[in-house]
């Protein structure tokens, strides 16, 4: 359902009382009785999950799945499946600049992207009573799995032309992928840059922010938001790169200190955090969820722009017990 997202902004800030927006989707397989694998290859399974969990739990939106190998599986690294994991990326495509500058970007539909933009098309319609997020990896952190995690991180050092021809391949395609997703009906999307928050502040802003903003600015408009999702530990450290790259809304995860964020985000802007998602929500249980939640909401709810979520994604696994525990824990607080 179309939406005036700016105004949904405001709104949110506005409102004494906060509906939590966890990153909440894969632990509908429980509730299907089927795998993450068959969740990812179907969409409308997909669409259904969605359904499922905004028919048990009252969120402030409806979240899609965060699933960091699609989009690379789309430009043709190899993808790991495994019943009820997410599936991750093996290897990498691009090592020098002949392999960069060969590199093929492909058609928003390809792969699995055009299962997750019908699931989101078929979504839209089945919930009408608050937001539907969309979800998609951000530019640096695609290059990483591209490049390799871990030496993506040497290359923006000793091959820094390299790894800028690769983001500029990237930038387009997130870009056309986004806008896919906004005429399927989605009302923004949560874009994952995880890897970036690994970065110091000066390589945080040349290998990400920069692109962030030229995504930002070319798919965010009073109808469909970008929302910036890191949760490395560096995140607090780099923030500049981050309030400033055009987003109206912040997910950060449980790595930092969340009262320690707050102060540094814009008043009209909201940022969404961050109870563990895997010693909480999938380890822990429901007493450790409920007073980490409860700790989270003492310390971050004088702030009217905080949100509480997740950390991170909530593991397929996570008990729902659990789940339910974090919601619990939040009606418990603004009715005492």
């Not at 060969?102 to 078929?122: C, D, H, S």
Request: charged share 20%; aromatic share 8%.
């Amino acid at each position: 359902m179309k939406r005036n997202m700016y105004q949904w902004v405001d709104e949110v800030i506005a409102a004494p009382k906060k509906t939590p927006v966890p990153v909440l989707s894969f632990p509908s397989i429980q509730k299907m009785g089927i795998s993450v694998r068959e969740l990812t290859g179907d969409s409308e399974k997909q669409a259904q999950g969605i359904r499922l969990i905004a028919d048990s739990f009252r969120t402030g939106a409806a979240v899609s799945y965060m699933d960091l190998s699609l989009e690379a599986e789309a430009f043709g690294s190899e993808t790991r499946y495994s019943g009820d994991e997410v599936p991750t990326v093996v290897g990498s495509i691009v090592d020098d600049m002949e392999s960069a500058e060969a590199l093929r970007v492909p058609e928003v539909g390809e792969g699995r992207t055009g299962l997750n933009l019908e699931a989101i098309r078929k979504a839209v319609p089945l919930i009408t009573d608050r937001p539907v997020f969309a979800g998609c990896i951000g530019p640096f952190s695609l290059a990483g799995r591209l490049l390799d995690v871990s030496e993506a991180m040497y290359y923006c050092f000793d091959e820094p032309e390299m790894v800028h021809l690769v983001l500029d391949k990237i930038t387009g395609f997130l870009i056309s992928y986004m806008k896919a997703y906004k005429e399927a009906g989605a009302n923004g999307v949560v874009m994952a840059e995880p890897l970036a928050g690994l970065l110091s502040g000066e390589l945080a802003e040349e290998f990400s922010a920069a692109y962030v903003r030229k995504i930002v600015a070319a798919v965010q408009d009073e109808s469909f938001l970008v929302v910036y999702h890191n949760c490395g530990n560096s995140a607090l450290s780099t923030v500049d790169t981050i309030v400033s790259n055009g987003c109206r809304v912040f997910h950060f995860g449980n790595a930092i200190d969340m009262a320690e964020m707050m102060p540094h985000i814009p008043a009209n802007c909201i940022a969404m955090g961050n109870v563990d998602p895997a010693r909480q929500f999938r380890n822990g249980s429901p007493e450790s969820v409920y007073a980490a939640t409860a700790e989270l909401m003492e310390k971050c709810s004088r702030f009217p722009n905080f949100v509480p979520s997740s950390g991170c994604d909530i593991p397929p696994m996570s008990s729902w017990d659990n789940i339910s525990a974090f919601f619990r824990a939040i009606e418990d607080f603004y009715n005492k």
